[in-house]
């Protein structure tokens, strides 16, 4: 990468490298273990002129998202994230019978059902086959399709602007910054609302997530450079919420530029609180690949040792950022024995580059074992209660992000 593909400039400088891994969503079935793997470097810069973080654009979309293993549905959080969602933008928007809602990257319906739901007219833009028709088969229209200039000005023309647009965990996914927003603009209405969630920098930083980067995440915001994103598409930013989601996320509230006006205060204390952070000049991104490192050996340590104690020790999760943890940290069967995951499409395929097996949840419970290192470490409130028989055998659940912990009971922690 020599250029910023935002604002162009040469001014790129290393935030850190974590090697080369596979695409985190190319999961092995078991007939391909013999097989090789393809391999990417992952290496996360800064724009010192826009402030845009980003990584090299080595995979396309359409090689990422033809056939996708995420389906939003199985996180029993998510859902009631999306439906509260869709409660609070009927009100703020004001969508009433005649309104029409768009979101792109619908995954399997889990936002737009509530849509449906309310008898709201709503449309999705997905690009994912496989994903798009289990949306369909939910009862929401949904269009398989990635989203461009062209596309947004498509589905005007046959549907009508829409009132609300919603762009949820897919703003980081796009190379093409902005004929993505250009796209969002052709779809919105010249009064409408765009509401974009996508994970904050400056909680990735601060809190070391530094499994979020992968490789279909082309790039990461904060706020001083979303708003310069959405410029780029003829968008201005309104409004900004900061989220629990993926450990941190903004919601970006943005209308097209001619009727946008003043943003609210939040935006001004969002952007104050980045700048304090150091994240608009190079002190705020330093120390980031030490900490990075300093993960990497305490899991190691932590798996080592239980490995000579004789200790076993399977996953919960195979999410895509478990994948960059594990194939960063060298993580093989021989440590982590296998991993659980509550989407059947992954049951029996094997994490890609580290190839350790993926099984059905039941399989914690039959095996018993004395640790489940929890990869989606995002869903954590949800999962230590879903989790919570693994205590009825003395069992303990093991945070890796931000820092190695471990869970000896329902009230009490260690933190190594």
Request: overall charge negative.
């Amino acid at each position: 990468m020599t250029r910023c593909r935002l604002c162009g400039s040469a001014a790129l400088v290393s935030v850190v490298d974590l090697g080369a891994t596979p695409p985190c969503e190319s999961f092995l079935a078991a007939d391909r273990l013999d097989e090789p793997e393809p391999t990417y470097p992952l290496h996360l810069r800064v724009c010192t002129d826009c402030w845009l973080a980003q990584i090299p654009p080595l995979i396309t979309p359409e090689e990422t998202f033809k056939e996708y293993a995420y389906f939003s549905s199985y996180s029993t959080s998510w859902v009631e994230h999306a439906r509260t969602f869709v409660a609070d933008a009927v009100r703020r928007v004001g969508l009433g019978p005649d309104a029409f809602v768009v979101e792109v990257a619908s995954n399997d319906g889990y936002l737009l059902k509530h849509v449906v739901d309310r008898g709201i007219r709503c449309l999705g833009i997905e690009p994912s086959v496989n994903v798009g028709a289990a949306a369909r088969d939910a009862g929401v229209p949904t269009l398989t399709e990635f989203l461009s200039p062209d596309t947004g000005a498509a589905v005007r023309a046959e549907h009508g602007p829409a009132n609300l647009v919603v762009a949820n965990n897919v703003y980081a996914h796009i190379p093409d910054v902005v004929g993505f927003t250009r796209g969002l603009r052709a779809l919105v209405a010249d009064d409408g609302w765009v509401s974009i969630e996508v994970q904050h920098l400056l909680t990735l930083i601060e809190e070391n997530q530094y499994d979020t980067i992968y490789h279909e995440h082309f790039q990461y915001y904060t706020v001083a450079a979303a708003i310069r994103a959405l410029a780029s598409g003829g968008l201005a930013l309104v409004d900004v919420e900061l989220l629990p989601t993926h450990g941190g996320s903004i919601r970006l509230w943005a209308r097209p530029a001619e009727v946008a006006g003043e943003p609210a205060r939040r935006v001004a204390d969002v952007l104050d609180r980045e700048k304090a952070a150091g994240l608009q000049e190079l002190s705020g991104y330093t120390e980031f690949s030490t900490r990075v490192a300093k993960v990497r050996r305490d899991l190691l340590k932590f798996l080592v040792e239980a490995a000579e104690r004789g200790e076993t020790v399977v996953g919960y999760g195979a999410p895509g950022k478990g994948n960059t943890l594990l194939n960063h940290c060298g993580v093989r069967p021989d440590l982590l024995a296998y991993t659980v995951d509550r989407n059947p499409y992954k049951h029996g395929r094997f994490t890609p580059g580290t190839r350790i097996p993926i099984l059905p949840p039941e399989r914690i419970a039959a095996d018993k074992p004395d640790y489940v290192l929890v990869l989606p470490w995002n869903l954590r409130a949800e999962l230590v209660e879903q989790l919570s028989y693994v205590h009825d055998w003395g069992g303990r659940l093991v945070f890796p992000i931000p820092e190695l912990s471990v869970v000896e009971a329902a009230s009490r922690e260690v933190t190594a």
